[in-house]
């Protein structure tokens, strides 16, 4: 059996703020590309569009709710996020943040190190959650 995938979400609170909370995704083994050998394939969600961001060396987004539901996949750089708790959360390459936090307080991101940040990012339907 395939392990779930857990990735972390930054959500809003009933005081204006923001947590992180983890997110579960279970997989199961399935012949997704025959005729390739099977592999672990989590359910699809509907995203609504995608696109790319950069984020220069010394970018920092003061507290900031997210502007949209949203996945992020960091590409390329390191970015820290702490939510208004004081939550820390850091993200290289391979890593990958749900952003939920489209009211209140939001959260304050930044670009970690000398180097840009790019991001894949997939918008995701308000009304649906994972």
């Given at each position: 059996m395939p392990p779930d995938l857990s990735f972390s979400r930054l959500l809003p609170t009933l005081?204006?703020?923001s947590r992180f909370e983890s997110v579960v995704i279970p997989?199961?083994?399935?012949?997704?590309?025959?005729p390739a050998q099977p592999f672990s394939v989590s359910a699809f969600s509907?995203?609504?569009e995608c696109g790319f961001?950069?984020?220069p060396a010394g970018w920092v987004g003061e507290?900031?709710?997210s502007p949209?539901?949203?996945?992020?996949?960091?590409?390329?750089?390191?970015m820290h996020f702490e939510a208004s708790n004081g939550e820390v959360r850091c993200l290289a390459?391979?890593?990958?943040?749900l952003l939920e936090d489209t009211e209140g307080r939001g959260h304050l991101s930044r670009?970690?190190?000398?180097?840009?940040v790019t991001l894949a990012v997939a918008r995701l339907p308000v009304a649906n959650a994972v």
């Open positions: 005081d204006g703020g997989v199961t083994r399935q012949s997704f590309a025959p509907q995203a609504t961001l950069y984020l507290m900031h709710p949209i539901r949203m996945w992020i996949f960091v590409l390329e750089g390191e390459p391979g890593g990958a943040l670009v970690l190190g000398p180097h840009p």
